[in-house]
């Protein structure tokens, strides 16, 4: 999901599932389930396939709403 007036760069992948904030300027690969916000755009959290935020654990996302597990890449948080 792109938000509104979000640009994201030439080359850029967005992963499946993946969420970019409104107004948000993506210029590196966002992860499968990646929440990324902000100008540059940087990896916040993660997000489930219905679209809530994952609590994550030992390298698992569990959703609160759905009740999905999903892998994350925990290594990705931050500046990578």
């Known amino acids: ?20 904030g409104a107004g948000a300027v993506v210029t590196r690969d966002v992860p499968d389930h990646g929440l990324v916000l902000g100008t540059p755009a940087r990896l916040v959290g993660w997000v489930c396939a219905c679209g809530a935020r994952l609590v994550v654990r ?14 994350v890449n925990v290594n990705m948080q931050g500046d990578e």
């Not at 999901?1 to 970019?20: D, E, H, Q």
């Not at 390298?59 to 009740?67: A, L, R, S, Y």
């Open 1 to 20: 999901s792109v938000g509104a007036c979000a640009v994201v760069l030439p080359g850029v992948t967005v992963g499946r599932f993946a969420m970019i």
């Open 58 to 71: 030992d390298q698992m996302g569990h959703c609160p709403v759905c009740g999905s597990t999903v892998q």
